[in-house]
């Protein structure tokens, strides 16, 4: 079993990547799909979303947590509109919060089995 202080520590080291990522000038990559982004920004999300509940759910309710990470999906967004070389797009957010959403799932079906 993973301490909580491991989750802790790799939330909030994964959670400030995703953040200076997200606002930092990147060269773009080749998709080897469309929607390729958008299973990234899931993915990220998901994991974000896991590590935080193995970090906190014991001390907060899960959708609460939920919240908090969506919200902070949202900032992220807003801010990337205001780096002149980012844009905001609603379609990140929602895949983030599809992400957040399969994550609780996931670990809402492991907590019950």
């Not at 994964?14 to 920004?41: A, C, R």
């Not at 902070?72 to 797009?89: H, K, N, P, V």
């Amino acid at each position: 079993m993973i301490s909580i202080t491991a989750y802790r520590v790799t939330f909030w080291c994964l959670l400030v990547t995703v953040g200076i990522f997200s606002v930092v000038s990147l060269e773009p990559f080749h998709q080897i799909f469309d929607w390729q982004d958008k299973l990234h920004h899931l993915l990220a999300y998901a994991v974000l979303f896991w590590l935080l509940l193995g970090a906190y759910e014991q001390q907060q309710n899960i959708w609460k947590l939920a919240i908090l990470l969506a919200a902070f999906s949202g900032l992220i967004e807003i801010a990337q509109s205001y780096t002149g070389y980012r844009q905001a797009d609603l379609m990140d957010l929602l895949a983030n919060v599809i992400g957040i959403l399969v994550a609780a799932f996931l670990y809402i079906l492991r907590r019950n089995f």
